[in-house]
């Protein structure tokens, strides 16, 4: 999911659901991860549901979880799921704002979307998407979000989001079930936005290109 880069030095932040004092602007986690390609609309990977995380704790899930972070920071996005650098496991990763101003940075495995408490709406906001490159539409979704899941060592986790972090939190779950927002869509809609993704492509690639490239000198905090 795409988004400008919140401001993380004037927000209140909260880390796997935890509220903290701070958090950098670029998490740790991207420091030690290398930027991966990005699966575009059509591979078979995006078009299927996920497979659930079998093994917590292991440095390979935490070597994803690192990849994806850095990959979302190299794309410009608020949030990445697994499928879209080829990985079909049920996790994702976010650094994502919701309509108060508070950041919430995390992970999430193994995702499961319950009804939010507390009265909901359907409200139409923007969305794109890293794998269809370029092109933002207006979508409906409902306006609070609660998500069940696992940290990467296994431990519970409960994300609740309103405003765009609800939508964040229903955005990448739809990914990790094999659904694209664009196939949310009719089918002249949909033909539209892939059209525009084709013909902005090129230039999108190109500045993620450049992006990506100005990690690597980037003064990374330690955890």
Same mark, same amino acid.
């Given at each position: ?101 508070? %950041?919430?940075?995390?992970? #999430? /495995? ?5 009804? !939010? ?6 409200? =139409? $906001? &923007? ?13 409906a979704r409902p306006d609070r979000a609660t998500a069940r899941g696992s940290d990467l060592h296994g431990n519970p986790l409960t994300p609740t989001g ?37 013909? %902005?492509?090129?230039?999108? #690639? /190109? ?5 990506? !490239? ?6 990374? =905090? $330690? &955890?």
């Amino acid at each position: 999911m795409t988004s400008p880069r919140p401001t993380p030095t004037d927000r209140r932040v909260r880390l796997l659901g935890t509220p903290v004092d701070a958090c950098p602007a670029l998490v740790p986690e991207a420091g030690r991860g290398r930027v991966r390609r990005i699966t575009e609309a059509g591979e078979e990977v995006l078009h299927h549901p996920g497979r659930p995380v079998e093994e917590f704790g292991t440095p390979e899930l935490a070597r994803l979880v690192d990849d994806m972070f850095r990959t979302t920071y190299a794309a410009r996005g608020v949030g990445l799921a697994a499928h879209q650098i080829g990985v079909a496991l049920r996790v994702f990763v976010h650094d994502c704002p919701d309509d108060d101003g508070v %950041r919430h940075v995390g992970h #999430l /495995a193994d995702p499961v979307l319950d009804e !939010a408490p507390g009265p909901r709406r359907r409200t =139409e $906001a &923007d969305e794109g998407r890293l794998s269809v490159p370029g092109p933002r539409r207006a979508l409906a979704r409902p306006d609070r979000a609660t998500a069940r899941g696992s940290d990467l060592h296994g431990n519970p986790l409960t994300p609740t989001g309103t405003g765009y972090f609800a939508r964040c939190l229903q955005h990448e779950t739809d990914h990790l079930d094999g659904l694209l927002y664009v196939d949310r869509f009719g089918k002249r809609e949909r033909r539209a936005v892939l059209a525009e993704s084709a013909e %902005r492509r090129e230039s999108v #690639l /190109a500045a993620r290109a450049e992006r990506a !490239a100005a990690l690597d000198s980037y003064a990374f =905090e $330690a &955890d």
